[in-house]
């Protein structure tokens, strides 16, 4: 299990985090849902070790990280951010192969290397291996993020907003592939979502960040209402559950009651 | 499991070109040969311009006479070879490899294309510490005084930038714009004091701003060999922190590596070989900025290639410089840092418009 207790984080004399509670068992997927700045990057940081929570702790499989060696760390959980900056010319084959660094030191082994071949050939990115990372669409690098998180071959996935900037199809592939691996390898997932309708397809367990607090969590259906949304996005909204999936029907700002009304369509 | 051979293409350099249809592996088995070859290829090269090198110069030997006087004494050629050429082009190879080498660490430790010992103060500070034992001591001062003052304020400098970036988080932009202050700080305090000096002081500082290679002899080239090279290993061995630090910084610490830490210890590290570099042989600065560059546009960026291969298009960029410098205007000999320059702009130039990557 990798869990966080009591998390606490200030950023110069702001509270960002108070009193998270926060855990992910084997093959579970969590997401991490609330507005913009509410702390679910600076969260998925402080579990990954990145930064230093002000009070709190984080345990893998009951060990506190910070009694851990930086690869240690590495070697259990994996962070994958929402890009990567590049200034010099990277392959995606060199990218996704610094996924592996905690496993050598100088040279890759024909292990690690076999190792990246086939996420390569599994994700369909053979035709990109020789490019440079700048030549990519947002949906393929994104993909190829995803194959480095995977190269990690960690018990721990820490993906901060996995489908930001995908198109629909890619962003279903892309949480399917998540899903699968969650299920299919015993892989516990922690991710932040901005999308209320892909995280209940696709989580076990959802956790509702409001200003710095969990506002709620537990079982999709439970925690995405339309009350709770009005209290933490601010927004009316119906949920509706359609062919087995919640869905959420954002109508307007709350407190605004004549604005944004639905286009009538004028009968003839 | 075919690269696809177009899509490869489209912004190839020759390295990255799948012309058959290679599996991943075998394209990745190609790619690490192709940069291995380079390396070989520029340490013969550098070889080869050495040997032009020690045959070309004013005293006209021919390259048997050469040839014999380096394993036989025959008196003047002998000291010729042993005193004249040889140490000097041992210097080039030296500076021009230090440069090479501390541009590209400098260039991937702040994330930065236009970092290089000279745009961040390093060679701004040794300029200074020369021109203040010129001033002080008086002219015609002997070397090695000058050579310690500008090693002394190079690593003043970097003492400096690393002190600042300690002081508040090791961010390579607090690295980068504390070099430029120091930059400008040291150039105002080297006009000042040209501004007071007398002429002949004022003609030794600008002699020494030319950059010359023939100031140093065997002891000198001892020192700034250890200076240069002992750093060398640690740095290769950090060849993959390197490559991850490129992804950033966050990046880097999620897979085992620490930013502050990698940095502090690179710009100590790069500072030192840079003032080994500069301390006997004046300003020399083009070199760090643009080996690293003409290394990474042929072989990519990873720096287990990266950082010797720089060090190596350093040092024939600095033979060859050397050569010119001594043949172009002969006997004439035009300073080194002014050929550098002359040579090394129009060529980069010209890569820069060839090259079909972008990136930065």
């Not at chain 2, 690179?266 to 020399?284: D, E, M, P, R």
């Amino acid at each position: 299990m990798l869990e966080a207790r009591q998390i606490f984080f200030e950023y110069s004399g702001h509270k960002v985090l108070s009193g998270i509670e926060a855990s992910v068992e084997k093959a579970e997927v969590v997401s991490i849902v609330g507005p913009n700045g509410v702390g679910k990057t600076t969260l998925l940081k402080c579990i990954a070790g990145i930064l230093k929570p002000t009070r709190g702790y984080v345990r893998v499989e009951g060990k506190d990280i910070r009694d851990m060696a930086r690869r240690g760390i590495a070697k259990q959980l994996t962070y994958m951010p929402q890009s990567l900056p590049f200034r010099f010319p990277v392959t995606v084959f060199d990218t996704i192969l610094s996924g592996r660094r905690p496993y050598f030191a100088w040279r890759p082994s024909r292990k690690d290397l076999e190792r990246v071949e086939r996420v390569i050939e599994e994700m369909g990115l053979s035709d990109l291996a020789m490019r440079d990372m700048d030549q990519l669409s947002g949906g393929q690098a994104q993909k190829v993020l995803l194959a480095r998180a995977l190269v990690q071959d960690t018990r721990y996935l820490l993906l901060d907003e996995p489908n930001t900037g995908l198109d629909l199809r890619h962003q279903l592939e892309l949480l399917e592939t998540v899903a699968v691996l969650a299920k299919g390898k015993g892989i516990g997932v922690i991710m932040a979502m901005h999308d209320l309708n892909l995280a209940a397809r696709f989580s076990d367990r959802i956790m509702m960040l409001h200003q710095g607090r969990i506002f709620s969590t537990g079982a999709p259906a439970e925690v995405i209402t339309a009350d709770r949304i009005r209290e933490v996005y601010g927004v009316e909204s119906v949920v509706i559950c359609n062919n087995g999936y919640l869905h959420v029907q954002v109508l307007r700002c709350a407190g605004e009651e004549n604005r944004n009304r639905p286009v009538q369509t004028r009968a003839r | 499991m075919k690269a696809d051979c177009k899509a490869v293409c489209r912004g190839c350099d020759d390295h990255t070109c799948l012309r058959a249809n290679l599996t991943v592996g075998q394209a990745v088995h190609r790619q690490v040969g192709r940069r291995t070859l380079f390396l070989v290829l520029m340490f013969l090269l550098m070889l080869g311009t050495m040997a032009v090198g020690l045959c070309v110069g004013a005293s006209g030997m021919d390259p048997g006479d050469v040839l014999v006087s380096l394993v036989k004494d025959t008196g003047r050629n002998h000291s010729i070879v042993w005193m004249l050429r040889l140490p000097r082009i041992l210097m080039a190879v030296l500076v021009g490899f230090g440069l090479g080498l501390a541009g590209s660490v400098f260039q991937v430790i702040l994330r930065n294309p236009l970092a290089s010992p000279f745009t961040l103060g390093v060679g701004s500070a040794a300029g200074f510490g020369a021109v203040t034992v010129i001033i002080f001591w008086g002219s015609g001062c002997h070397l090695h005084r000058v050579a310690g003052g500008a090693f002394l304020f190079s690593l003043l400098s970097a003492a400096v930038m690393i002190a600042v970036a300690k002081m508040k988080r090791a961010s390579s932009e607090t690295i980068i714009l504390t070099g430029i202050a120091l930059m400008f700080l040291f150039s105002a305090l080297t006009s000042l004091f040209q501004y007071m000096g007398t002429m002949q002081q004022v003609y030794e500082i600008v002699f020494w701003f030319f950059g010359s290679l023939s100031r140093a002899g065997w002891a000198e080239i001892g020192v700034a060999a250890a200076m240069i090279l002992s750093p060398l290993p640690l740095l290769l061995r950090s060849a993959w922190d390197f490559n991850l630090l490129a992804y950033g910084d966050e990046s880097a610490l999620a897979l085992g590596v620490n930013p502050d830490r990698l940095r502090m210890w690179g710009v100590t590290a790069a500072s030192l070989i840079t003032a080994g570099c500069i301390c006997f042989t004046g300003v020399i600065g083009f070199v760090g900025l643009v080996a690293p560059h003409i290394t990474r546009m042929i072989i990519g960026n990873d720096h287990r290639f990266l950082l010797p291969g720089s060090g190596l298009v350093g040092a024939v960029i600095l033979v060859t410089a050397d050569i010119g410098g001594r043949t172009l205007w002969a006997p004439q000999v035009i300073p080194i840092g002014i050929v550098t320059s002359f040579i090394g702009v129009p060529f980069f130039v010209f890569l820069l418009m060839k090259r079909t990557r972008e990136y930065w």
